[in-house]
């Protein structure tokens, strides 16, 4: 009952996460063109041209929805990593005690850096959990948390296709 309750939590606050970073890259991408429309409108474009600009940009992966489009990425991958770390918390349990590990490479942001194998129970790590926001790398982590008494449990890291 208890793993039943944690996990429960853990995807209400995920699936809560999730919502209100799509919400927040929708309306950065909705301002991004309302500033673009603006800045074309002053210096003389005619709406056609403008309507065709922005459908080239969606088309062809451009600045404006090129970001939009990693922004949902990176939040799907960020999202899939976290509901599989929620499984495997949910399954080890909270009382004991985790280690943080990082992917060591020249990718790992300074804030996980810092943390590599560092141990805490679950309950201490909870509002720095990977991939959950705070950190600089946010939705691009690639760290686990792992049971301390389960070394040779380290997860492969996520490989991320670069477009």
């Given at each position: 009952m208890?793993?039943e309750?944690t996990f429960?939590?853990?995807e209400?606050i995920?699936s809560?996460s999730?919502?209100i970073?799509m919400?927040a890259?929708?309306?950065?991408?909705a301002?991004?063109?309302?500033?673009?429309?603006?800045i074309?409108?002053?210096?003389?474009?005619?709406?056609?041209?403008?309507l065709a600009?922005?459908?080239?940009?969606?088309?062809?992966?451009g600045?404006i929805f090129?970001?939009f489009?990693n922004a949902?990425?990176a939040?799907?991958h960020?999202?899939?990593k976290r509901?599989?770390?929620i499984g495997?918390?949910?399954?080890?349990?909270?009382?004991?005690?985790?280690?943080?590990i990082?992917?060591?490479?020249?990718k790992?942001?300074?804030?996980c850096s810092e943390r590599?194998?560092?141990?805490m129970?679950?309950d201490?790590?909870a509002?720095?959990?990977p991939?959950?926001?705070?950190?600089?790398?946010?939705?691009?982590?690639?760290?686990?948390l792992v049971?301390?008494?389960?070394?040779?449990?380290?997860?492969?890291?996520?490989?991320r296709?670069?477009t």
């Amino acid at each position: 009952m208890v793993k039943e309750a944690t996990f429960r939590s853990l995807e209400e606050i995920e699936s809560e996460s999730m919502r209100i970073k799509m919400s927040a890259s929708a309306q950065r991408t909705a301002v991004t063109i309302q500033e673009y429309v603006s800045i074309r409108q002053i210096n003389g474009a005619e709406e056609k041209d403008i309507l065709a600009e922005l459908l080239d940009d969606l088309q062809n992966n451009g600045r404006i929805f090129g970001e939009f489009r990693n922004a949902i990425r990176a939040t799907a991958h960020g999202n899939i990593k976290r509901v599989s770390d929620i499984g495997n918390y949910t399954e080890n349990g909270t009382e004991i005690e985790y280690k943080w590990i990082t992917v060591e490479d020249d990718k790992v942001c300074p804030d996980c850096s810092e943390r590599n194998n560092m141990e805490m129970t679950w309950d201490k790590w909870a509002d720095t959990l990977p991939g959950s926001g705070w950190s600089v790398c946010k939705d691009h982590c690639r760290c686990f948390l792992v049971p301390k008494e389960a070394p040779g449990m380290i997860p492969s890291p996520i490989k991320r296709k670069r477009t």
